[in-house]
């Protein structure tokens, strides 16, 4: 069995193959979703020195403008609109706003959860002066049918811990039910077995997650 | 020291265990249950309202309970002396903020390494530093904690949380309470209500065997050469130091936590027909592969070939496990694995393992 090419059967993935899917999802990302920064990967290397190349995907400063009326899928459509216009002559950081906007900033990590065989989304807000958004305030930010799904459970979807590797607080999607769903999109897309490629892996996932906070892809990156 | 004995004893009788090992087993348990931490609290300078100030408040901790528990115990000798306002209780350890969800007696272990009794610890009422400690909302996040843990710890054993979401609000709530009250009784009655699955005991299963065999042997439980993986939940907290030391005393404090490597993931446990028992060393080198000593070292062949100075300049290179503490014992790296998880685990299913070590020299 080739580890590398190989997602667990069950909606679940290895290590090996998260470092895999990854790295094909920040290029497919790279070359279909201009409207963005790329993702990049952060290598783990600290003293324990873990054998295998470790890491998680970090997508940083994606600025959110928040505004008294409309929703968040809205919102983050303007996003991206925004970006598609200043990329050639903006740093990606930098945001010409409104005055009457406030600048919300996101970081996006994907990381791996070893216990769970799937990726787990980790995400925080804060100002531009850097003060950490709280939960009610990221909501405004959220698509609204997240939101009310938040309101249905308060511990078991969206939920403040901390972060695997910085010692921080972030916010994480739980990832109970990941595999379920991944399971039933390689069902329903492939025609042969129940299999999703390895390199589509985290393509099909973010397509689901990303929604939750606002984030789409666009199609031709499922092919 | 003298309980490690008793593990050692029974380690070595591999024989006429039967029930004498499911003594020792409850024993093990009962042991983990009642360790306890003395405290010592200071409340800190900044939050002192009174004069005199108040004296620190003396508390025993269970080990595999958390701090933020304690607070109804501490508070009532404080609360004279506090300013107006509300609470946001946090602990520090030598200025270190203390992370609430971490169970009292991995934080004593990996933090003290010379064992400091009574542990003096600083409560602060005010100013949480939530830049660096997730909130704490008192009992009911250190509940969710325990809870989400022992979902966590579900997965990886049974593959799917689903033993712990099938059970009533009510079994839940009670099993909660019986950690939370050191009651062994109580969460012995309930735990086949978690329907957790076995890490089986690879050391019983072989010595249950009737038949004398040898340890190639054994096809009587197994189809010969059949590999059994299990998962373990594993906590490891690594902490290493550059300098070698003689005493933990020597140890430096740790100023944060950037300079612990936290490990959340689980051990694959190997168990195949044939091959030797799987250890404690087995399982940590599994998780730190470059910690690994160098067997070609350790056999005779190889060792009649090297120099001696050959193998000094190794033994400085390499990384070395110094220290290996698991509920306050020092461990013996020798132990068969599974032993040590069914016996020395948390309630919540999860063996925390602390861990120092000396970084290999680059």
Known sequence: MDSAGEVVNDGKITLEGFTVAARAFADKWKRHNLSFPPWSWVPLINR????????????????????????????????????????????????????????????????????????????????????????????????????????????TFITQEEHPYLNRPWFKLHPCGTEEWIKLLSESSSSDGCQIPVELYLVSWFSVVGQVVGLKIPREMLI | FFFFFQVGELVRRKGSVGEKRMAANEEAVKYVWEGAIPLQIHLHKSEVASHPPPPPALVLAPRIGYLPLLVHLIKPYFKDSLPPGEDSIWFDYKGLPLKWYIPTGV?????????????????????????????????????????????????????????????????????????????????????????????????SRKASVSSPQSRQGGTEIDVAGQVKTARVPVRLYVRSVSKDFENLEDVPEMDTWDEISYLNRPIDFLREEGRKCFTLRDAIESLLPEYIRDRAQRSGEEGEQRTTDASDVSQETRGELKLVRIQGIEMKLEIPFSWVVNNLMNPEFYLHISVLVKEPQR
């Open chain 1, 48 to 155: 324990t020195m873990l054998k295998k190349e470790e890491g998680y995907l970090s997508l940083e400063k994606i600025i959110i403008l928040s505004s008294l009326e409309g929703s968040a899928e809205e919102e983050s459509l303007d996003v991206t609109a925004d970006w598609s216009e200043k990329e050639e002559s903006i740093d990606h950081t930098v945001l010409v706003q409104n005055e009457e906007d406030e600048a919300h900033y996101y970081d996006y990590h994907i990381v791996y959860s070893a216990s769970y065989m799937v990726p787990m989304l980790y995400f925080r807000g804060y100002s531009s002066d850097g003060k950490p958004l709280s939960l009610d305030v990221i909501k405004r930010d959220l698509p609204s049918s997240s939101v009310s799904l938040l309101l249905e459970s308060k511990w």
């Open chain 2, 107 to 203: 934080l004593f272990d990996l933090l003290c390494a010379e064992p400091e009794r009574p542990w003096n610890l600083t409560i602060h009422f005010r100013g949480y530093p939530s830049n660096v400690l997730i909130p704490c909302e008192g009992e009911d996040s250190v509940k969710w904690n325990f809870v989400n843990s022992l979902k966590e710890a579900a997965y990886i054993i049974n593959g799917n949380c689903k033993n712990v979401m099938n059970m009533s609000q009510s079994d839940q709530e009670d099993l909660w309470t019986s950690v939370m009250n050191g009651d062994l009784d109580a969460y012995t009655r309930l735990s086949p209500k978690i329907k957790m699955g076995n890490i089986e005991d690879e050391f």
